[in-house]
C-alpha cells in the first residue's frame, strides 16, 4: 500500500514537471508553435505603431514645444540633370535655439556649395512678438515685423482677404498627430484583418540566413507571410466595410498612376529574428507592372532604421533611409534621400539633423538699436528694401550653385513663361499667315 502511494507521488510529480516543461517549451520556444504563432509571436500585437513609432514622434515635438533646445541640421544635395551637373554638393547648414520660457528662438542659415561652404548666410529672430530676418553682409540690421494690425500691411503690399491679422504659431503637433492617427488606423485594421483571414498555410519558415546587423554579419531566422492580389483586394473590401478610405490616407494616384487597391498588389512580409528579438521587418507589395513599394524597418542596439522604396512603371524612384539614435536629452537622425527619373534627372540629399535638450542657450533680442520696423513703412517702399536685397543675392559668386540660386532661378522661369508663350503665339500667327 505504502508502495503504492510512493509511486503515485512519483507519477503525479513527473506530471508536473512535463506539465512545466511543456508549458515553457511552448510559451517559452519556438519548439510547438505553428510558423503564424511564430510570426505574430515576434511581431506583437501593434504592428502599426512599431513601424511608424507615432508616440515617440508625439513625445519629440512635445518636447520641442517644451524644452529649451539647440538644433543643428547639415543637408548635401547633388543633382544632376540631361548629364549636367545643376548641383555640385549644394550644401544647407542650419544652427537653431529654442528658448520656450523666454519665447524666444533664432536660426542661422548658410548656403554654400562644393568650393565654398558660406556664400549667403541668412539669420532669422523671433522675440516675443517680433520676427526678425537678416542678410549678412546685404542687411546690418534685422528686416523686422511687429506681430499687430498685419491686416493693414498685407494691404500695403496688396494682399488682400488674408485674414491674418496676427501671426499664430502653427501647432505642427497635432496637425502631424490628426494625420498619424489616419495612417495608424489604417495600418491597424489592414494588419488585423490579415491575422484573421490569412490562413497557416500563408506564412512560410525561410530557415536561417545572413544579415548585417550592428555592422556585422550574423546569423537570423526568416519567417513570411504572402498573399496574392485577389487576397489583398479582400482585405481592402473588409477596409471599406469600417468605413477606412484608403485612397484619401494614402494616395498612390499621383505616382503610381492609380489607386493602391486598384493596382492589385502582390503582398510579402517577411520578419527577421535575432537573439530571440525581432531584428527587422520588410514588407513588399509589387503589381504586374514591376510598380513597387517596399518599406524596411530594422532595430538595431542603438539605432533604429527606417527605409522606403517606391518605384513606377516609368522606372522613376523613390529611395528613402532613416536612421534615429535617441538618448534622454539628444535626438540623432541620418538621413539619406534619392529621386530616380530615368536618365534625365537625379536628386541626390543628405541630411544630418541633432537636436539637444534641455540647454542654456542665449538668443538675438530684438531692440531699436538692431531692427529695421517695417509696419509703418509704405508698400512700395517694402518692395524696394526686397527687391534691392535680391538683386544683391544675384550678384553673390556662386550664388547659382547653392539650392537658393536654383530656386530664384526657377521662380525667374516660371515669371517668364506667359512672356515666352506670347511671343511663341505671335510667331506662330505669323508662320500661318
Request: aromatic share 8%; with cysteine; proline share 0%.
Amino acid at each position: 500500500m505504502k508502495a503504492i502511494k510512493i509511486l503515485t507521488f512519483v507519477i503525479i510529480g513527473i506530471l508536473i514537471v512535463g506539465a512545466g516543461v511543456g508549458a515553457y517549451v511552448y510559451f517559452c520556444t519556438d519548439t510547438f508553435k505553428s510558423t503564424k504563432e511564430i510570426f505574430y509571436n515576434y511581431l506583437g500585437e501593434n504592428q502599426a505603431e512599431q513601424l511608424l513609432e507615432s508616440d515617440r514622434t508625439e513625445q519629440l515635438l512635445t518636447k520641442l514645444s517644451t524644452q529649451n533646445s539647440e538644433q543643428k541640421i547639415n543637408v548635401n544635395l547633388n543633382a544632376v540633370m540631361n548629364g549636367q551637373n545643376v548641383l555640385n554638393n549644394s550644401n544647407i547648414l542650419i544652427n537653431g535655439k529654442t528658448n520656450i520660457a523666454e519665447k524666444k528662438s533664432e536660426l542661422n542659415v548658410i548656403f554654400g556649395d562644393n568650393d565654398k561652404k558660406d556664400i549667403l548666410e541668412i539669420d532669422t529672430a523671433k522675440d516675443q512678438e517680433k520676427y526678425g530676418l537678416s542678410f549678412k553682409g546685404i542687411t546690418n540690421r534685422y528686416i523686422t515685423l511687429e506681430n499687430k494690425n498685419l491686416d493693414i500691411f498685407w494691404a500695403k503690399l496688396g494682399i488682400a482677404n488674408l485674414n491674418l491679422d496676427k501671426i499664430e504659431p502653427t501647432e505642427y503637433s497635432t496637425q502631424l498627430s490628426g494625420k498619424q492617427d489616419n495612417v495608424k488606423k489604417l495600418l491597424s485594421n489592414s494588419f488585423g484583418i490579415i491575422k484573421e483571414q490569412a490562413s497557416k498555410e500563408k506564412y512560410s519558415n525561410l530557415g536561417k540566413m545572413e544579415t548585417e546587423l550592428d555592422g556585422e554579419n550574423v546569423q537570423v531566422s526568416a519567417y513570411e507571410l504572402k498573399l496574392s492580389s485577389d487576397e489583398m483586394k479582400q482585405v481592402f473590401s473588409s477596409l471599406k466595410s469600417s468605413n477606412i478610405d484608403v485612397n484619401k490616407i494614402i494616395d498612390t494616384s499621383s505616382f503610381l498612376g492609380d489607386s493602391i487597391e486598384n493596382l492589385g498588389f502582390d503582398f510579402t512580409e517577411t520578419i527577421y529574428v535575432h537573439g530571440g528579438n525581432l531584428a527587422r521587418i520588410q514588407i513588399t507589395m509589387k503589381d504586374s507592372y514591376s510598380q513597387t513599394i517596399q518599406i524596411v524597418k530594422t532595430f538595431e542596439k542603438n539605432d533604429i532604421t527606417l527605409s522606403l522604396q517606391v518605384e513606377n512603371s516609368k522606372g522613376t524612384q523613390i529611395m528613402a533611409d532613416i536612421t534615429k539614435n535617441s538618448t534622454e536629452n539628444n535626438e540623432k537622425y541620418v538621413m539619406n534621400l534619392e529621386l530616380t527619373a530615368t536618365e534625365e534627372l537625379r536628386i541626390v540629399a543628405d541630411i544630418n539633423v541633432d537636436i539637444a535638450f534641455n540647454t542654456n542657450v542665449t538668443i538675438t533680442a530684438l531692440t531699436d538699436e538692431n531692427s529695421y520696423i517695417i509696419n509703418e513703412k509704405s508698400g512700395d517702399d517694402i518692395k524696394d528694401l526686397f527687391q534691392k536685397i535680391f538683386e544683391m543675392i544675384k550678384e553673390r559668386e556662386g550664388i547659382e550653385n547653392t539650392a537658393i540660386g536654383i530656386l530664384y532661378n526657377a521662380i525667374e522661369m516660371g515669371e517668364q513663361m506667359p512672356q515666352m508663350n506670347e511671343k511663341l503665339e505671335e510667331t506662330l500667327r505669323a508662320t500661318n499667315n
